[in-house]
């Protein structure tokens, strides 16, 4: 079945720490991946995403993430965290073949504390 | 560029009667829309892919009787939650994949509206 997972609900940073958000997945073929933030009772907003080419993506707001094939990963970075991207942010993938649908991990609450 | 509205943002309905939601893509056209159902601290659960001019697919498990969806132009999709229940008080969101709009988009990208939060007393 394909999936994709995030495993953990939440990550506590203090601001100007980096942060990472993990991200794995597991589909046929080549995947597109993204990450998308959800701020409070609004909807998502596109951050990044990784189709081909250089395995390093950078994104909106200084993030970025890192697609490993062998490991399967496509993990969310930041070099120094902000309290403005405490938000919950979701992994997802859209396989091949499957008319442009994605698949959504559950989500991981990112907490920045001053 | 690529904004998608939602309409209304919230509503409150009475049980047994039926609310329309609208999502637009405002500054490109769509020939793909999604709608998806969210409950709070959860994932987005994909209810049905909505293509412009045909019938929407649903996701196994979704009632297309009860959750109609029109996709009546390249920028319109509308969800209809028919003789709405408790149970289906939730925060339901639509995304458009950019299509063809005479200018460069990122095709393969879904963009979501800002969603609508139903509650059925």
């Known amino acids: 079945a394909q999936s994709v997972a995030q495993p953990e609900d939440q990550v506590n940073v203090a601001e100007g720490n980096p942060l990472t958000v993990k991200c794995t997945y597991s589909?046929?073929?080549?995947?597109?991946l993204f990450w998308y933030v959800q701020y409070p009772n609004r909807g998502l907003q596109f951050l990044l995403k990784?189709?081909?080419?250089?395995?390093l993506v950078k994104g909106s707001y200084g993030f970025e993430a890192e697609f490993n094939k062998s490991q399967t990963s496509f993990h969310l970075k930041k070099p120094s965290a902000l309290v403005s991207d405490s938000a919950l942010y979701f992994c997802?993938?859209?396989?091949?073949?499957?008319?442009?649908?994605?698949?959504f991990g559950q989500g991981t609450e990112l907490s920045v504390k001053p | 560029g690529a904004v998608v509205s939602q309409h209304p943002s919230w509503v409150i309905c009475k049980s047994g009667t039926s609310v329309k939601i609208e999502c637009r893509s405002l500054d490109f056209q769509a020939t793909t829309m999604f709608w998806y159902r969210q409950f709070p601290k959860q994932s987005l659960m994909l209810m049905a892919t909505s293509n412009e001019g045909s019938k929407a697919t649903y996701e196994q498990g979704v009632e297309k009787d009860k959750f109609l969806i029109n996709h009546a132009s390249l920028t319109l999709s509308t969800l209809t939650v028919t003789s709405a229940h408790p149970e289906d008080s939730s925060f339901y969101i639509c995304s458009a994949r950019g299509g063809t709009s005479g200018r460069p988009l990122k095709a393969d990208t879904q963009y979501f509206g800002p969603g609508t939060r139903l509650t059925v007393l």
């Open positions: 997802a993938v859209r396989p091949g073949n499957q008319g442009g649908k994605l698949i």
């Open positions: 589909v046929s073929g080549n995947p597109y």
């Open positions: 990784y189709i081909t080419g250089d395995n």
